[in-house]
């Protein structure tokens, strides 16, 4: 390995959230994310870190004790997966489906063309889109 190549970092989003129970469903169930960290009680934080095992990004979702987190200001708030794969992509929202969840029309009609949008439990959204990235 070149060691002149700069290293890539991990992207950790980090937000607020309620009732990290649901949002567990939405997001290891629905989603098919997996838990790669959890803590309890961290100087009154409770909180969940998902994604999938060897990607370079992380969603953490905190719930400080004693306060109500806001919703999601507006629905341009995002996640976007991209899945290229036809059948990987409609696996992904047959799952959301089967546990209960039903696409959101999106604010930006862009993420309607090839793509499903569904909402978290906190107004957040994740949009499983059927393209390749391409910068």
Not at 6 to 13: M, S, W
Not at 24 to 31: L, P, V
Not at 35 to 61: R, T
Request: aromatic letters at 12%; hydrophobic letters at 40%; charged letters at 20%.
């Amino acid at each position: 390995m070149n060691s002149d190549l700069p290293k890539i970092p991990i992207l950790r989003v980090a937000r607020p959230a309620n009732d990290l129970a649901t949002l567990k469903h939405f997001y290891c169930d629905g989603a098919g994310f997996s838990i790669l960290a959890s803590f309890a009680d961290h100087d009154g934080f409770d909180g969940l870190v998902l994604g999938y095992p060897q990607a370079p990004w992380h969603l953490e979702l905190v719930k400080e004790a004693g306060v109500e987190a806001s919703r999601a200001v507006g629905s341009e708030n995002l996640l976007v997966l991209y899945l290229p794969d036809h059948q990987e992509w409609q696996t992904a929202v047959d799952r959301m489906r089967l546990h209960g969840y039903q696409p959101a029309a999106s604010n930006n009609p862009y993420w309607d063309v090839v793509g499903k949008t569904f909402e978290d439990p906190d107004g957040y959204r994740l949009v499983f889109q059927n393209r390749a990235w391409t910068a």
